[in-house]
């Protein structure tokens, strides 16, 4: 029988920001449907995911797409973690969102997630001379020229890479610091615009790698009067897409004011040295929301209010959120009573 590479992917118990770990497993192909792939196990004392004196945790695999980078029938494998006994993991936050989903199906949630992120070539920012600082920021975002955008063999690679491997990237461009860019993914349901993003961040370290080059998520990687790296979360409910939906939408910006400080509680570590209030932010202590507005907290797209209809954009959550926590959260206060 033909046997091919499985690589394992899944997310760590690393605080305050979780991490992708993965192995490969051999095991008999191809794989056709997502039952062929065997539950797996690994040895959570080295990931943070130990509770007590047994550190076997389970890999259990939720979804699996081709594989990009060994291509023939090579597959990349999606696990939740759960414990010994086939309990759900503390760590994992992708059996939540499924919960909170289940709870408000009825309301077709609907996510595109903007993915920015920074290359680094060592200690500094791709592109910028060592130990100092490049030219002002301005003429960067959406820039071309060898001296205004930095790492583009690469994110060209990874982004035939994820539509190889069949995931829903809508578009990339250039961010406004150098050595800093964006992907989008989406629009999909919560599950799996979340499932997505991680395999996608992983496909970005891994494309990484064979350039030495790493991809942070860090909300504020340079500190000072240079943008930081957001997860802007584009969100819609089948009310707010039909006639009449510019209201719904409204409705949801108010539900938003009432749990600003909750969903910042899960909207990324070290997101108040982004939100300042400057650099296209508003300030993590405030919350509020504007058309076309990119200095609110939450942004009515400009389509959105011409036609009446559509979605809200959250700006903000930082680039290191967790897409699972963030889904949720957004799916319990917008659709919630
Ligand atoms: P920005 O102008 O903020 O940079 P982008 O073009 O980067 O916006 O991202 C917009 C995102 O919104 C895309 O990922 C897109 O898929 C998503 N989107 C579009 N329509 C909807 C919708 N109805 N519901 C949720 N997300 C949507
Ligand atoms: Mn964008
Ligand atoms: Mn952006
Ligand atoms: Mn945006």
Same mark, same amino acid.
């Given at each position: ?22 192995? *490969? ?18 040895? !959570? ?66 996510? !595109?997630?903007?993915?920015?992120? *920074? ?161 296209? *932010? ?53 659709? !919630?009573?």
């Amino acid at each position: 029988m033909k046997k091919i590479q499985a690589e394992y992917i899944w997310i760590d118990g690393h605080k305050p920001t979780a991490k992708l770990r993965s192995k *490969t497993r051999i095991i008999p192909g191809p794989v056709e449907t997502i039952d062929q792939i065997p539950i797996w196990g690994f040895d !959570g004392s080295s990931t943070m995911q130990a509770v007590g004196p047994k550190s076997d945790c389970m890999l259990n695999p939720v979804k699996y797409i081709a594989d990009p980078i060994r291509k023939e029938d090579n597959i990349l494998v999606l696990c939740e973690v759960m414990n010994s006994d086939g309990s759900v993991h503390i760590s994992n936050t992708r059996s939540y969102l499924s919960e909170v989903f289940d709870k408000h199906k009825s309301h077709e949630p609907w996510f !595109g997630i903007e993915q920015e992120f *920074t290359f680094f070539r060592g200690r500094s920012p791709l592109g910028w001379p060592d130990g100092g600082y490049p030219a002002p920021q301005g003429p960067f975002y959406c820039g071309v020229g060898a001296d205004e955008v930095f790492g583009r063999d690469i994110v060209e690679l990874h982004l035939k890479r994820c539509l190889n491997a069949g995931l829903h990237v809508s578009g990339i461009n250039a961010e406004v610091m150098p050595g800093q860019w964006e992907f989008q993914i989406g629009p999909l349901g919560p599950l799996d615009v979340a499932d997505e993003m991680w395999l996608a961040r992983w496909l970005l370290y891994r494309t990484g790698e064979e350039f030495k080059v790493s991809a942070t998520l860090h909300p504020k990687p340079v500190l000072g009067d240079w943008n930081g790296a957001g997860a802007h979360t584009n969100f819609s409910t089948v009310e707010m897409r039909n006639e009449g939906g510019l209201q719904i939408v409204i409705d949801a910006c108010e539900k938003l004011r009432d749990r600003h400080n909750d969903h910042i509680k899960v909207y990324g570590a070290h997101n108040e040295e982004r939100l300042t209030g400057l650099h296209e *932010t508003c300030s993590i202590h405030e919350f509020r929301y504007g058309i076309s507005d990119r200095s609110a907290s939450v942004r009515i797209p400009m389509a959105t209010a011409n036609e009446g209809k559509g979605y809200l954009e959250d700006r903000r959550p930082a680039a290191n959120m967790d897409p699972y926590k963030v889904c949720a959260i957004l799916i319990d206060t917008v659709c !919630g009573d």
